[in-house]
């Protein structure tokens, strides 16, 4: 579904990714887990049209999306929920997710798409006109995914969902992310806590100072001596 093949990325002179290589296939969860800093975001921003790459290509569903404009891929079923959750603070609750079905014009496929969203967060559905930026945290991380949702994406991109979350919140953001991967939506999951994402993945890659270091099966990967000790307290 997604290939990303020997991308580098820049900034100025800071190289931020260098010949990073990943693959996500239909129906899975793949996470990319790393320190503070290891380009874990560039990743996420560039397969998303956001950052355009010095070099490599990106595929998605079989088309070169390297230097396709970001628009033209949440068109194209790809959406990302970014880091710290960017939603529109002064808009209510249902303002934000109709932003999500921007690129839309079946009205009524979008209604559905926001009782489907209500069913799986129904504390949404209760403050459907509270302004969103009065939410607590769990409740913005959840409008963040509904608005991603709300575009009806094949492929999408979760950019740390756990960060700054009390720890049951966590859990409940996690279970979340499985339901929606077995309802058939592919994922692919930046997160620092290393710990949750390989829980719910099905394949890891590891990176390091924007280089993937490491790959492979999730369960494989959280039993690896060097990787409990680098990122799970091991």
Do not use: C, W
């Not at 874990?40 to 397969?47: G, N």
């Not at 991380?141 to 919140?169: C, F, N, T, V």
């Not at 590891?206 to 490491?214: A, D, F, M, P, W």
């Amino acid at each position: 579904m997604l290939r990303v093949e020997n991308i580098d990325v820049y900034y100025g002179a800071i190289h931020a990714l260098k010949d990073f290589s990943l693959e996500v296939e239909e129906g899975e969860i793949v996470t990319l887990i790393g320190a503070n800093g290891a380009g874990k975001s560039t990743s996420l921003k560039t397969i998303s049209g956001l950052i355009r790459p010095k070099n490599g290509i990106i595929t998605f569903n079989g088309h070169n999306i390297t230097q396709t404009p970001a628009q033209e891929i949440v068109r194209m079923g790809l959406s990302q929920v970014p880091e710290g959750r960017r939603i529109f603070a002064n808009l209510s609750v249902l303002e934000n997710l109709e932003m999500g079905a921007y690129l839309r014009q079946d009205k009524r496929g979008i209604k559905q798409t926001l009782e489907k969203v209500f069913d799986r967060f129904p504390r949404l559905r209760e403050r459907i006109h509270q302004q969103a930026g009065t939410l607590s945290g769990g409740e913005q991380q959840m409008l963040a995914i509904g608005r991603a949702l709300m575009s009806q994406p094949k492929l999408l991109l979760l950019d740390e969902p756990s960060m700054g979350l009390a720890p049951i919140l966590v859990k409940e953001i996690f279970s979340i992310i499985k339901e929606i991967n077995e309802a058939g939506t592919t994922i692919l999951l930046v997160e620092q806590n290393a710990n949750m994402a390989l829980s719910v993945a099905h394949r890891a890659y590891v990176l390091e100072t924007g280089r993937i270091v490491s790959s492979g099966a999730a369960k494989e990967l959280a039993e690896s001596e060097q990787i409990k000790k680098a990122y799970l307290g091991g």
